[in-house]
């Protein structure tokens, strides 16, 4: 079974820049997630998607972050303007109720955004 | 709201020591409760979880037992070796819903 795919890996940008970062869950989780991970901290979600609602998106600065999930399958995470602060890893994670209490959920390998 | 507090870091060991991480939490209901670990340029990997009170998750020499009356779910390993060096991060889920982690924990194992 093939992991949750994210690009680019890497990214650096200048402040007030706009960026756009990919994930491609596993097939057949409905349920995906965007984290921010910020050096030396845990990480914290951004959002939430059921196939391709929203069921949380409470700690999404929406003045600059947006994600969509078009089709319930892939989603994007923009950022418009970047600011310095948003220099972080984007880990993209999905789940599904049949393998969370099996396999909990599976994070991919994440975006690491650094703004200068 | 829900929330995750652990010990602390950096914790640094000598190779075949004890290792204890503490984590705490705080939530509604009956959360399921995870272990996760980061290795240098890694991703972040289940290590393991417990998903009701009184289970106790392992897996790769770790273990870690989900105690409702102490609202805790502590990582322990009995000899750790210089590959367990990682970040180890301690979370929650309620319902299904998002994981909410703790600020995690370095653990350096020296030879």
């Known amino acids: 079974e093939a992991g949750v795919a994210q690009s680019p890996r890497y990214k650096i940008i200048e402040k007030r820049q706009s960026v756009a970062f990919w994930c491609n869950p596993i097939s057949g989780h409905a349920t995906l997630y965007w984290y921010q991970q910020i050096l030396g901290q845990g990480p914290k979600l951004l959002i939430q998607f059921q196939n391709n609602g929203v069921v949380d998106d409470s700690q999404l600065p929406k003045d600059r972050f947006s994600a969509e999930r078009l089709k319930g399958v892939d989603s994007t995470l923009k950022i418009q303007p970047a600011k310095l602060e948003d220099s972080a890893v984007y880990l993209c994670?999905?789940?599904?109720?049949?393998?969370?209490?099996?396999?909990?959920?599976?994070f991919g390998s994440g975006t690491r955004l650094t703004v200068v | 709201g829900d929330s995750v507090t652990q010990m602390e870091g950096p914790v640094t060991l000598s190779e075949e020591a004890f290792l204890t991480i503490n984590c705490t939490y705080t939530a509604t209901g009956y959360p399921s409760l995870f272990w996760y670990v980061q290795y240098p340029g890694e991703g972040l990997q289940l290590l393991l979880k417990a998903t009701k009170a009184d289970d106790k998750g392992s897996n790769k020499g770790f273990e870690a037992t989900y105690r409702k009356e102490t609202t805790s779910f502590h990582l322990e390993k009995g000899s750790v070796q210089v590959s367990d060096s990682a970040v180890y991060f301690c979370a929650l889920s309620n319902s299904g819903y998002a994981l909410n982690f703790g600020k995690g924990t370095s653990l350096l194992v020296t030879p």
């Open positions: 994670a999905s789940s599904s109720p049949r393998v969370l209490k099996k396999d909990g959920y599976t």
